[in-house]
Structures are given as C-alpha cells and as structure tokens.
C-alpha cells in the first residue's frame, strides 16, 4: 500500500499517522492480504516513529482536508512557498492552526521542500481527534492484521510486538490501551 495516498502538493500529510479511516482502510487491505512479508509491512508502520500523535476521527476525507485547506491559504494569499514561510514561521517550534468546515483544528507548519512545503496535522487536543502513543498504535494495527482474534490475549499482543522490535507488554495500563486502540480500529 503507498502511505503517500496521494496527497496533492504542497501538502505533507501522513494519513497512516493521523487520518482514522485511512488507517482502517490500511487494515482492511492488509487483512486479506497474505502475510508473508512483515518486514515490508512493517517497513509501512516505520513513519509512525516513537512518540505520540494526534489521529483524526471526523468525516472529513484526506481530499477534503487538503482542499479546504488549500482554500484558506489561497484565501489568505499565502499558498507560495516563500510567503507561506514567512506566514507559519520556520523554526521547529513555528506553527498557526486553522479551522476546517467540521469544527476541527490543524496545525499547518512549513517543510523545507520545494513541492511539499505546507506540513498538515491535526490539532492537540481539537474536535474529532485523540492523542495516542505511537508503540500503542503500531501494537494494535499490526494485531488486527496478523491475529485479529476478537478475544485478545497478552500472549497474543505478545506474539506480534517482536515483529515492531518492541518488548512484550507488561504493564496493565499499557495493555489497556492498546486494547482499546484495537476495539477503536474494529469499528
């Protein structure tokens, strides 16, 4: 599957990292495949990195997202690479968050690319999202795809956390969450 999903320029945006249909999405068309290549999948999960993120939940498509946003930095006369720097700023800790038709909020920061300048995330803490350790997600999406038992054991989350080279769970708050992250991707 091509995690690029082809988001338009100048856009920079990781559905697998921050889009909640695209990540059942992901799922679904990982399920029936045969699971004969886990390094390839698990070379998928790898922009995920180590940390946390904020995954979108809304009704808003990946096009749409883009798009809208397309439309407020067109509307603000900011879609150049050089006036949209100046506009988001372009030290590590420069960002503006926008709004979008559903109520949420993204974060907009500026990437050093010339074609995929304008990085787009979803905003801590806004309507429709939810913030998640990113071994919590990997742990839950790689057992949806290889076990998918609707009973979870420890021995099972246990089973496939070696393929992400992280260690067996064994702290009960860990377990639950990634628990939950499983039912959330099920539904």
């Given at each position: 599957?091509?995690?690029?999903?082809?988001?338009?320029?100048?856009?920079?945006?990781?559905?697998?990292k921050?889009?909640l249909?695209?990540?059942k999405?992901?799922?679904?068309?990982?399920?029936?495949?045969?699971?004969?290549?886990?390094?390839g999948l698990?070379?998928?999960?790898?922009?995920?990195?180590t940390?946390?993120?904020?995954?979108?939940?809304?009704?808003?498509?990946?096009?749409?997202?883009?798009?809208?946003?397309?439309?407020?930095?067109?509307?603000?006369n900011i879609?150049?690479?050089?006036?949209?720097?100046?506009?988001?700023?372009?030290?590590m800790?420069?960002?503006?968050?926008?709004?979008?038709?559903?109520?949420?909020?993204?974060?907009?920061?500026?990437?050093?690319?010339?074609?995929?300048?304008?990085?787009?995330?979803?905003?801590?803490?806004s309507?429709?999202?939810?913030?998640?350790?990113?071994?919590?997600?990997?742990?839950?999406?790689?057992y949806n795809?290889?076990?998918?038992?609707?009973?979870?054991?420890s021995?099972?989350?246990?089973?496939?956390?070696?393929l992400?080279?992280?260690?067996?769970v064994?702290?009960?708050i860990?377990?639950?969450?990634?628990?939950?992250?499983?039912?959330?991707?099920?539904?």
């Open positions: 599957m091509n995690t690029d999903y082809q988001i338009p320029e100048p856009f920079l945006f990781n559905p697998i921050h889009h249909g695209f990540i999405e992901f799922i679904n068309i990982n399920i029936d495949k045969p699971v004969t290549d886990i390094q698990t070379r998928e999960l790898k922009p995920l990195g940390s946390v993120m904020d995954i979108y939940t809304g009704s808003l498509s990946i096009g749409t997202i883009c798009s809208e946003t397309k439309e407020f930095l067109n509307g603000k879609l150049k690479k050089e006036v949209y720097s100046e506009w988001a700023g372009t030290k800790d420069c960002y503006k968050i926008i709004p979008l038709s559903d109520g949420s909020q993204w974060t907009l920061k500026f990437h050093d690319n010339p074609q995929r300048f304008v990085h787009i995330f979803p905003a801590r803490n309507q429709h999202t939810f913030r998640v350790k990113s071994n919590t997600l990997k742990s839950a999406l790689i795809i290889i076990i998918g038992k609707d009973l979870v054991t021995d099972d989350l246990n089973k496939v956390r070696p992400l080279n992280l260690s067996p064994k702290d009960a860990d377990t639950e969450a990634i628990l939950e992250m499983i039912e959330i991707l099920r539904d």
